[in-house]
C-alpha cells in the first residue's frame, strides 16, 4: 500500500464534517489493507490515522521539521517503508545523532508528494486532528471487518490498543477478537470521565448518591501484579515500570498474587501538599528512572481495581470494586472518598481538596461498571475554572478541516515594566467553526510583517478570554510559566490589549500552588 492512499483518505476524513462518511473512507482504506493480507500494515494504518505512531516518539517534532526539501514529482513511499524508517529515526542515539537524524528525515521527505508531505509533517508534530478519534476508527474497522461495532469496542478496551484489534478484526473476524480478554500484564484502556460544572450537577446527573473521590494532580498509572512480577503503565499505556520502582514497591506490599488496579502517583511536599506537576511528570520521562538521594520519591494512592486474584471486576459496579480495594489496600494509600446524597457535604468535600491543594473531585456513579476505554456517563470529573485575559501574539494555519484557516494562538500577559507581553503558551481548543472563521479574517488584519512559516506574527491589539485548569514551571517560556489545558471562551472586543491581565497577576496564581 501507498503512503499516498493514506494521505489521501486522512485528507478527505479531516474535511469532512460526517462522522458517517469518516467511517465509510476509513473502511474503504482498511479494506484495501485486508487484501494486501497483512495485518501488520493494518495496525500501522490504523495507529496513523488515529495520530499516533507506531513506536509512539521518534524525537522528531516542529523544529526538525522547518526547512524540508521539495516534493518528489510523484509517489512511490509505500506505508511499510515509511513505518521501517520511522523506526530506524526513533532507533538513532549517540554523538552525532541529530544530524544523523536529520539526514534520515529529509531523505524520506524528498520522497514523498506534496499530499504526502502535509501528511507526514502533521502526524510527527501530532497536529493530525482529522476527527479520526478511537469511536469513529473502531465503528470503521467494524465496518470494514462485518462485524458489530459493540464486539469491536470491546476487544479495543480490553485488548488496549485499536491497532491490534483492528488487525485482528480485519484476518479473523469475531474469532480472532475472542483473544482480547482481561489478562492480568496486558493494559487495558483507563475508564475517563465527562464533566460536571458543579458537584450538585454530578449530584443530579448520578441519580442523587455519588462516590466522591480526591482528583489529585498526579499522574495516573495502571498497576498489574502477578506474584513477584508487576508491571506499571501510564494512561496513555506506554510501560514505565523500570522508572518507578517505588510504584512497584506498592503493589508488592499488597497482600495479593493477583492484581490490576487504577492508582494516582504524586510528588508530595513534606507538608503532604502536592508538589507542581512538572516534578511528579518528571519522572515519567525517559531518564525519570533514576534513583538515589536526590530523586523526588511520588506516593502512590489506589482509587479503583479491575482485578483481584482470579476475579474479574470489570463490570462490577464501582460499590463493589470499592469494596474490593479497601479489602487489600492499606486506608493511607488509598484516595480520599466520601459517599454522599447531601450537596453540602459534597461541597464541604470539594473544598476541602481543594484547600488541600488538589484539582478537584471525582463523582462516580456507586453501580457502575468500568468502562475501560471509554469516557462512561458513570464518572463526573468537578474542578474550578480559571480565567485570564489575555492577548494573542500570533496565531498558526490550522490542519485537517482548519486547514486555509489560522488555528492555533499564541497567548501572551501583559508587562507593566517593559510594555511588552509575556508569553504564557498556545491552544487551538474551544474554538467553533464561525470562531474560525472570524479570527482568520481578523488575524489577517493584524499581521504584522512577514510569516514564519505556518507562523503569522500579529500586532498584540486583540484581547481573548481563557479557561484553563492551572500553570505549570515552564523553561520554554521567558516567564517561566505555561498554562495548562488552555481553551477559548471568548474574544474580549470590549477590551483593550492595555486592560488584559497582567503578568503579576499570573505569577500571583502560580504562586499559590
Known amino acids: 500500500m501507498l503512503l499516498l492512499d493514506v494521505a489521501a483518505a486522512s485528507t478527505e476524513v479531516g474535511a469532512s464534517s460526517s462522522r458517517l462518511a469518516k467511517v465509510a473512507r476509513i473502511a474503504q ?69 541529530q544530524a544523523r537524524r536529520a539526514t534520515l528525515l529529509s531523505e524520506l521527505f524528498a520522497a514523498a508528494t506534496a499530499v504526502e508531505q502535509t501528511f507526514l509533517r502533521r502526524l510527527l508534530t501530532g497536529e493530525l486532528r482529522q476527527g479520526a478519534l478511537v ?11 462485518g462485524l458489530p461495532a459493540s464486539t469491536v469496542r470491546r476487544a479495543a478496551m480490553l485488548g488496549g490498543a485499536l491497532p491490534a484489534v483492528a488487525a485482528a478484526a480485519l484476518t479473523g473476524g469475531e474469532a480472532a477478537l475472542a483473544q482480547f480478554t482481561l489478562q492480568v500484564g496486558r493494559p487495558v484502556g483507563p475508564m475517563l470521565a465527562q464533566t460536571a460544572a458543579d458537584v450538585g450537577e454530578a449530584l443530579e446527573r448520578l441519580g442523587g448518591t455519588a462516590v466522591l473521590e480526591a482528583k489529585l494532580d498526579g499522574a495516573r498509572v495502571q498497576i498489574h501484579r502477578r506474584g ?51 516534578v511528579t511528570g518528571s519522572r515519567f520521562g525517559r531518564r525519570g528512572g533514576a534513583t538515589g538521594a536526590h530523586t523526588q520519591q511520588l506516593s502512590v494512592f489506589f482509587f479503583d481495581v479491575l482485578h483481584v486474584d482470579g476475579v474479574d471486576l470489570l463490570d462490577q459496579p464501582t460499590e463493589r470494586r470499592l469494596a474490593e480495594l479497601d479489602a487489600v489496600v492499606p486506608a493511607d494509600q488509598r484516595v480520599d472518598r466520601l459517599v ?18 488538589h484539582e478537584g473531585v471525582m463523582a462516580k456513579s456507586p453501580t457502575a461498571p468500568y468502562e475501560a476505554g471509554r469516557r462512561g456517563a458513570g464518572w463526573l470529573k468537578v474542578k474550578p475554572v480559571h480565567t485570564l485575559d489575555l492577548v494573542v501574539l500570533a496565531v498558526e494555519w490550522g490542519s485537517g478541516r482548519r486547514s486555509g484557516k489560522l488555528s492555533n494562538i499564541h497567548l501572551g500577559a501583559r508587562d ?98
Request: negative net charge; without cysteine.
Open 416 to 513: 507593566p515594566q517593559t510594555g511588552g507581553f509575556v508569553m504564557l503558551g498556545k491552544t487551538f481548543k474551544g474554538m467553533t467553526d464561525e470562531m474560525l472563521q472570524w479570527q482568520t479574517a481578523r488575524f489577517l488584519e493584524l499581521a504584522d510583517g512577514p510569516t514564519d512559516g505556518y507562523v503569522v506574527r500579529v500586532r498584540p491589539e486583540q484581547v481573548v478570554e481563557i479557561a484553563f485548569d492551572g500553570l505549570q514551571t515552564s523553561s520554554r517560556y521567558p516567564g517561566g510559566m505555561a498554562l495548562r489545558f488552555a481553551r477559548v471562551l471568548r474574544y474580549r472586543d470590549d477590551k483593550t490589549a492595555d486592560e488584559a491581565d497582567t503578568v503579576d497577576t499570573v505569577r500571583a496564581l502560580y504562586d499559590r500552588h
Open 29 to 97: 482504506l482498511l479494506g484495501w489493507a485486508r487484501d494486501e493480507g497483512d495485518g501488520t500494515r493494518m495496525a500501522v494504518v490504523v495507529s496513523w490515522l488515529s495520530g499516533e505512531l507506531t513506536q509512539r516518539q521518534i524525537g522528531v517534532g516542529w523544529a526538525a521539521l522547518r526547512s524540508l526539501p521539495d516534493p518528489a514529482a510523484a509517489p512511490t513511499l509505500t506505508v511499510d517503508e515509511v513505518d521501517a524508517r520511522f523506526g530506524e529515526i526513533g532507533a538513532v542515539s549517540g554523538k552525532g545523532s
Open 228 to 278: 513477584s512480577a508487576v508491571s506499571v503503565y501510564t494512561r496513555s499505556l506506554d510501560d514505565v515500570t523500570e522508572r518507578l520502582p517505588e510504584v512497584v514497591d506498592a503493589a508488592l506490599a499488597l497482600p495479593v498474587d493477583d492484581l490490576i488496579a487504577d492508582a494516582e502517583a504524586i510528588a508530595l511536599r513534606p507538608d503532604g501538599r502536592p508538589h507542581r506537576f512538572q
Open 340 to 357: 454522599t446524597v447531601d450537596p453540602d457535604a459534597a461541597r464541604r468535600f470539594l473544598d476541602a481538596t481543594l484547600a488541600a491543594g
Open 135 to 145: 469511536g469513529v476508527m473502531a465503528d470503521a474497522v467494524a465496518k470494514a471487518a
